[in-house]
C-alpha cells in the first residue's frame, strides 16, 4: 500500500474554498492561497502557522499581486546571523524590599513632577 495522505479537510484555513478532486492526486496539489495584505497584518500569526504547516500564499495589495509568503528550502541561503538567546526569567531575580511604603514612594515622585 502507498502512504496516506497527510494533508486533510481540517488543515485548511476556513478562508479557502476550493474544491479538491476526490481522486488520491489531491496529495499532490499545492494549493497557493491569496490574501490581502490586511489579512495578512491582522491574521499574521494563523498564516504564519500555516506557512509552518507548509502552505504558501501570494499576498495582494489593492487584489494586484506583491509577494508569495511561503516556508524555506531546506538548502536556503538564509542565515541566522544572532541566534535568538533566552532571558532571565523574572521569578529568578531577587526581590528588592524597601522599608518605605510603595504609596509613600509614589507621592514623593508624583511631588516632583
Known amino acids: 500500500m502507498g502512504q496516506q495522505c497527510s494533508i486533510n479537510e481540517s488543515q485548511r484555513s476556513s478562508r479557502t474554498s476550493r474544491a479538491f478532486p476526490a481522486d488520491a492526486t489531491r496529495c499532490y496539489i499545492r494549493v497557493v492561497e491569496t490574501i490581502s495584505q490586511r489579512q495578512l497584518r491582522n491574521d499574521n500569526a494563523e498564516i504564519l502557522r500555516g506557512v509552518e504547516r507548509g502552505e504558501t500564499y501570494t499576498v495582494t495589495r489593492r487584489g494586484v499581486p506583491i509577494a508569495r509568503l511561503g516556508p524555506l528550502a ?17 521569578g529568578s531575580l531577587t526581590r528588592v524590599r524597601s522599608r518605605r511604603a510603595t504609596a509613600d514612594v509614589l507621592d514623593d515622585l508624583r511631588a516632583e513632577r
Open 74 to 90: 531546506v538548502d536556503s541561503d538564509l542565515r541566522c546571523v544572532r541566534p535568538a538567546r533566552r532571558r532571565v526569567a523574572f
